[in-house]
Nanobody
Framework: QVQVVESGGGLVQPGGSLRLSCAAS????????MGWYRQAPGKQREVGAT???????NDTDAVKGRFTIARDNAKNTVYLQMHSLKPEDTGVYYC?????????????WGQGPQVTVSS
């Protein structure tokens, strides 16, 4: 099957930067959209940024201009570069992978590392 492993996250001060990575491996025939979803404490999970196999990106208004999503197709890896972090960016960041296995597409999720922005 498919495994999704995330790395990065941690504690940063407001205005700081962090980089998250998410690598997919396993019986993958092809990768479709990959993205990041975050869940703030006590709130519902929401979309942060997504990217397609053709490098078409989509960011939410909350992160636009501060976060950059990119992917390395050779490594089946997606990255999220975060700059000018704010306390409201605090939350668990889940990596989502849409991959083709055999003849169907499935959603796979990473473990969700914690990002904390605090002074």
């Amino acid at each position: 099957q498919v495994q999704v492993v995330e790395s990065g996250g941690g504690l940063v001060q407001p205005g700081g930067s962090l980089r998250l990575s998410c690598a997919a491996s396993g019986s993958i025939f092809s990768l479709y959209a990959m993205g990041w979803y975050r869940q703030a404490p006590g709130k519902q999970r929401e979309v942060g940024a997504t990217i397609t196999s053709g490098d078409s990106t989509n960011d939410t208004d909350a992160v636009k201009g501060r976060f950059t999503i990119a992917r390395d197709n050779a490594k089946n890896t997606v990255y999220l570069q975060m700059h000018s972090l704010k306390p409201e960016d605090t939350g668990v960041y889940y990596c989502n992978v849409v991959a083709r296995v055999l003849v169907r597409r499935y959603n796979y999720w990473g473990q969700g590392p914690q990002v904390t922005v605090s002074s």
